[in-house]
């Protein structure tokens, strides 16, 4: 299981409060990726960022924000603009723009609740 | 944009039986299919994909199709084990390298 990893695993925080999400790889991936998982929604795309210091919005990124500061580590942060951020959150890695290597590997995951 | 869809959202099958999950696909340019398992309480993981250039993909006893024509890709699994029970997204690629993923099919096999 090693190569992307997540902390913490669970988190809980009242309403009104930020909270940052960790995700780390020593895969030397150019990519990371955000996503959120909901009971029958799929896995949305949050943020993501396919080269250090640079990062794009996906499908759902109001009430959140992240940072590419370093090649590993792509934190991010779930805003109290966010509207319900209670869900798992899960953070993946590739290789970018090597046509051999579609695959993405995904971190644990963090189960966000806040009440 | 891309938008997959994936059908069906349940599949409860017997110990034994053969398993299907069909996807289909917008984007024309899309041209990497893979298909992820995510047991409960663990992260997804790639199972098997498929290319473009491919109309068929094995691997024991998983395989998938693709008819591009119809832009259509479908998962089938034979001989299903209750450790096939699992979550199952497919997803979709092009020249973005940024996947698009189904809704994810609960398949439960009963022993």
């Known amino acids: 299981d090693g190569g992307i990893t997540q902390s913490p695993k669970y988190l809980f925080r009242k309403e009104g409060q930020n909270v940052t999400l960790s995700c780390e790889q020593n895969?030397?991936?150019?990519?990371m990726y955000w996503y959120r998982q909901d009971p029958g929604q799929g896995l949305r795309l949050i943020y993501y960022?396919?080269?250090?210091?640079?990062?794009q919005k996906g499908d759902i990124a109001e009430g959140y924000s992240v940072s590419r500061e370093k090649k590993e580590s792509f934190p991010l942060t779930v805003t109290s603009a966010q509207k319900n951020p209670t869900a798992f959150y899960l953070c993946?890695?590739?290789?970018?723009?090597?046509?051999?290597?579609?695959?993405?590997?995904f971190g644990p995951g963090t189960r966000l609740t806040v009440t | 944009g891309e938008n997959v869809e994936q059908h069906p959202s349940t599949l409860s099958v017997q110990e034994g039986d053969s398993a299907v999950i069909k996807c289909t696909y917008s984007?024309?340019?899309?041209?990497?299919f893979p298909w992820y398992k995510q047991e409960l309480g663990k992260r997804p993981q790639l199972i098997i994909d498929i290319r473009s250039n491919v109309g068929e993909k094995k691997d024991q006893r998983i395989a998938v199709t693709l008819n591009k024509t119809a832009k259509h890709f479908s998962l089938h699994i034979t001989e299903t084990q209750p450790e096939d029970s699992a979550v199952y997204f497919c997803?979709?690629?092009?020249?973005?390298?940024?996947?698009?993923f189904g809704r994810g099919t609960s398949l439960i096999v009963h022993p």
């Open positions: 984007d024309s340019a899309s041209n990497y």
């Open positions: 993946a890695s590739s290789t970018s723009g090597h046509p051999n290597s579609y695959e993405q590997y």
């Open positions: 997803a979709a690629l092009g020249g973005s390298y940024i996947p698009t």
């Open positions: 960022s396919q080269i250090v210091n640079d990062f």
């Open positions: 895969l030397n991936h150019d990519a």
